[in-house]
C-alpha cells in the first residue's frame, strides 16, 4: 500500500524520545544560528562606525596639518576641507542606534562613543580656530544630553536639533552625552560651565537650560540666517533619519527589538 | 534590570514556541514514514460492502432551517450502502422551521427527525444515541456538507478494535469575505495539526463536523456531557482516558460555515479556548502524565502553555507600540510631521529575536502548506495566508485574554 494522504492515521500512544530530541536539536541549531548571525551582522556594524569614525579622525588631522601650513595657502583650501557636519551627525545617529540595540558589544560602543567625541572637541576646536584665522563665520551649538533617565527632555530637544541641522546643513551641532567619562569632555563642560541640569545648549558663549524649539534657537543664534537654508526648505526632508541626541536615537532604536 | 528579565522570559518563550512547531514537523515526517509499520495500523479496511459497520450520522439542529437541508441533502449524497446509513435530526427545540424543513426529507427511508425540547447540543447528541442500534455514531452540525466519499474514508479506520473515534479533514464552505480567507488559511493549519497530533496518538478534540465514535464505547462513556459548552473536547480527553485511540482521516473532506463576522469569530473562539481551559482543570491529571505518552507529555501542557504565551507577546507588542505611539507624538509636538523615514541597511534590525519570528513564520507556512496538500492535494498556500499570519497575531491575543478572564471566573460561555 502506498503511502499517500488516503492513509487514516492511527499511533501507538507511546511518546517516542527520538522525536523529542531531534526536536531540540534542530531548535537549538535554528537558535545558535539566529544568535551568530546577529552578532555577526552588529559586529560588522560597529566595524562600519569604526572604519567612519578612523576616516573622519584622518581628515580631522589632515585639516589640522593644512591649518598648520596655513601661512603658505590661501583660506579658500582650508574652508574646502573642513568636515560636513552631516557626516558627523550620520556617524552620531549609527553610534545612538547602537548604543540603543543593547547588543552584546556595549563595551566596544562606549569605546567608539568616546571616540567620537574627542573628534568632535576636536572638529570644533579647530573650526574656531580656522574661522578666526580666516574670517569664516561658522555657527556652533554644543548640546549636552543624557541617556540615564535624568532628562525628560532631551528627546524632545533631539527632534528639534535634528529638525535644524536639517534647514541649515552648514550648522554645526555638537551633541555630547553628559555622563561621558572622557576628560576633554569634562574640561569643555567645566569651560561651558554646564551645570548638571540637561538638556544644556551652549550657544553664542551662554549655556542655555531646558528644551529649546526651532524657533527658540533661532532667536537665540541670529546668524543662522546667514547660513543656507537645505534646498528642500522646510525643516527635515533630507536624509538624516534621526537625531543627534543620543536619547531620542536610542528611544527610537530600542522598539526595534 | 526589568529589561533584561522580560527579554530573557521572551527567548525562553520563543525557544519553547519554535520547538514546538518543529516537534509538530519532525512528528508529522515520521507519521508520514510510520503507517507501513504492522504494529502502527490496523488490518486495511473491510473485506466488503457487506463487513461494513452500520453508521448513524446525527444532526442536532437549533434555528437552521436556512443550512439544514443542504446538510442533509450532502448526507444523502454519500456513498455507503443504503440498509446501514441512518440519519437522525434532532430538533433543538428550535423556533423557526427548522422542524418542518428536516421533515420534508423523512420520505427518504434513512432520514429520522425528532423533536425535543431545547436542552443544548450534548442532549441532542444523547437522544440520538438513545433511539440507535448502529455500530457508529457521528454527529454533523447542520451548517456544514460532507463530501459524497467522506464515509468510506472513515469506516475502514474503524476495523482497527482500538480506535475509538475518527476525525475528518475540515474545510471552509466557500470563503467570502476577507475574515473567512484567513480561516481558511487557518483551517488548513489544523487539518495539519490534527492530523500529526492523531499519529501522536495525542488528539483532544473530536470536532462536531462529522466526527465519528464506536457507540459502544460512547455507551460505555456515558453519552455525551455539556463539557462546558465543548461536549466535542470533553468527549475526546475522556476517550484519551479511558485508553483508546483517536484516528483522522484527512481525505474525509466536510465543508463547514465559518463566521463572516468578527464579533462572532471572538465569540466562537473565547467558546473554545474556554472549553479548554474549564476541561484543562477537570482533566488535570492527564497534564505531564507519561501515562498518556505524547499528549501527557507535550501536547496538553503545550496547548495550555501557548495561551499564556500568545499573551505575553501580545502584551510586549503592545508596550512596544504604545512606546512607539509616545514618541511618535513627542517628535510631532516638536517638529510636526516632517522627518519623512528613509532606508538605509544600517538601520536593517538584526537582532537574534527577528531571525527566529522569521524561521517561525516561515515554519508555520509550511504547516499551512502542507495542511493544504492533506486535506485538498493541492499544493501551495490559500490565498488568506499573509492576513491569517498577520491579522491573527492580534486577534488570537484578544480571544484568549476573554477566554481566560472568563475561565478564571468561571462566567459560562453561549453558543451564539
Request: charged content about 20%.
Amino acid at each position: 500500500m502506498d503511502i499517500d494522504t488516503q492513509d487514516p492515521i492511527i499511533a501507538a500512544r507511546s511518546a517516542q524520545w527520538s522525536t523529542y530530541l531531534i526536536a531540540f536539536l534542530i531548535t537549538s541549531f535554528i537558535f545558535a544560528t539566529a544568535f551568530l548571525a546577529s552578532s555577526y551582522f552588529n559586529s560588522r556594524r560597529v566595524a562600519d562606525v569604526r572604519t567612519t569614525q578612523d576616516d573622519i579622525s584622518t581628515d580631522i588631522l589632515s585639516l589640522e596639518t593644512q591649518f598648520d601650513l596655513l601661512q603658505e595657502y590661501s583660506c579658500a583650501n582650508v574652508a574646502e576641507n573642513t568636515i560636513l557636519p552631516s557626516a558627523l551627525q550620520t556617524l552620531a545617529n549609527r553610534l545612538a542606534y547602537l548604543e540603543g540595540q543593547r547588543a552584546s558589544n556595549t563595551d566596544e560602543v562606549v569605546r567608539l562613543k568616546r571616540l567620537y567625541s574627542l573628534l568632535e572637541i576636536k572638529d570644533y576646536l579647530l573650526m574656531k580656530r580656522i574661522a578666526a584665522k580666516c574670517g569664516l563665520k561658522p555657527v556652533f551649538i554644543l548640546y549636552f544630553y543624557s541617556n540615564e533617565g535624568d532628562c525628560p527632555d532631551c528627546e524632545k530637544q533631539g527632534y528639534a536639533l535634528t529638525a535644524l541641522a536639517q534647514t541649515y546643513p552648514q550648522l554645526r551641532i555638537y551633541s555630547f552625552d553628559y555622563h561621558l567619562g572622557v576628560s576633554a569632555l569634562q574640561t569643555l563642560i567645566a569651560i561651558a560651565d554646564v551645570e548638571g541640569e540637561l538638556p544644556a545648549l551652549y550657544m553664542n558663549g551662554q549655556t542655555h537650560y531646558g528644551f529649546k524649539d526651532v524657533e527658540d534657537i533661532e532667536k537665540i543664534l541670529p546668524q543662522l540666517k546667514t547660513l543656507e537654508k537645505s534646498a528642500t526648505s522646510t525643516p527635515a526632508t533630507r536624509s538624516t533619519p534621526s537625531t543627534s541626541s543620543g536619547r531620542a536615537s536610542s528611544g527610537q532604536a530600542t522598539k526595534k527589538k | 534590570m526589568l529589561w533584561a528579565t522580560g527579554v530573557g522570559i521572551m527567548y525562553v518563550f520563543l525557544f519553547v514556541s519554535l520547538y514546538f512547531q518543529v516537534f509538530m514537523l519532525v512528528s508529522f515526517i515520521e507519521v508520514r514514514r510510520r503507517p507501513r509499520h504492522p504494529d502502527l495500523i490496523g488490518p486495511a479496511g473491510y473485506a466488503d460492502d457487506d463487513a461494513l459497520p452500520s453508521v448513524a450520522v446525527i444532526v442536532p439542529c437549533f434555528n437552521e432551517e436556512l443550512t439544514v437541508g443542504a446538510t442533509i441533502e450532502s448526507l444523502l449524497a454519500l456513498d455507503y450502502p443504503e440498509d446501514k446509513l441512518e440519519i437522525i435530526i434532532v430538533d433543538d427545540g428550535s423556533k423557526d422551521d427548522t422542524l418542518l424543513t428536516a421533515q420534508g426529507y423523512e420520505d427518504d427511508p434513512r432520514v429520522r427527525v425528532f423533536h425535543k425540547d431545547n436542552g443544548g447540543k450534548h442532549t441532542a447528541m444523547n437522544y440520538a444515541l438513545a433511539h440507535t442500534n448502529a455500530d457508529l455514531i457521528g454527529c454533523l452540525d447542520a451548517d456544514s456538507v460532507v463530501s459524497p466519499d467522506a464515509l468510506r474514508h472513515i469506516t475502514p479506520v474503524f476495523a482497527d478494535q482500538r480506535v475509538a473515534a475518527v476525525t475528518p479533514g475540515i474545510l471552509i464552505k466557500k470563503p467570502e469575505n476577507a475574515l473567512q480567507h484567513m480561516q481558511h488559511a487557518e483551517y488548513s493549519l489544523s487539518v495539519f495539526n490534527r492530523f500529526t497530533l492523531a499519529g501522536l496518538g495525542s488528539a483532544f478534540i473530536t470536532p462536531g463536523p462529522f466526527s465519528f465514535f464506536r457507540t459502544k464505547v460512547v455507551h460505555e462513556a456515558g453519552g455525551w456531557r455539556h463539557g462546558h459548552s465543548t461536549e466535542d473536547l470533553e468527549m475526546a480527553l475522556r476517550i484519551q482516558e479511558m485508553g483508546y485511540l483517536i484516528a483522522n482521516a484527512p481525505a474525509a473532506s466536510v465543508h463547514t460555515g465559518t463566521p463572516r463576522t468578527v464579533r462572532a469569530l471572538i465569540r466562537q473562539r473565547v467558546r473554545w479556548t474556554y472549553g479548554f481551559l474549564r476541561n484543562a482543570v477537570e482533566y488535570r491529571h492527564m497534564f505531564g502524565s507519561r501515562a498518556y505518552g505524547n499528549l501527557g507529555l507535550i501536547i496538553l501542557p503545550m496547548a495550555l502553555a501557548s495561551i499564556g504565551i500568545a499573551i505575553f507577546f501580545f502584551l510586549r507588542i503592545l508596550f512596544y507600540l504604545v512606546q512607539e505611539i509616545e514618541h511618535f507624538l513627542v517628535r510631532y509636538e516638536v517638529v510636526g510631521l516632517s522627518i519623512m523615514p528613509t532606508f538605509d541597511p544600517f538601520y536593517v534590525n538584526t537582532s537574534a529575536l527577528w531571525f527566529v519570528i522569521y524561521v517561525a513564520i516561515a515554519l508555520v507556512l509550511v504547516l499551512i502548506a502542507l495542511g493544504k496538500g492533506l486535506g485538498t492535494g493541492k499544493r501551495g498556500l490559500p490565498g488568506g495566508t499573509p492576513l491569517f499570519v498577520f491579522f491573527y497575531s492580534f486577534l488570537v491575543p484578544v480571544w484568549l485574554t476573554m477566554a481566560v478572564i472568563r475561565a478564571v471566573f468561571k462566567t459560562g460561555v453561549r453558543w451564539r
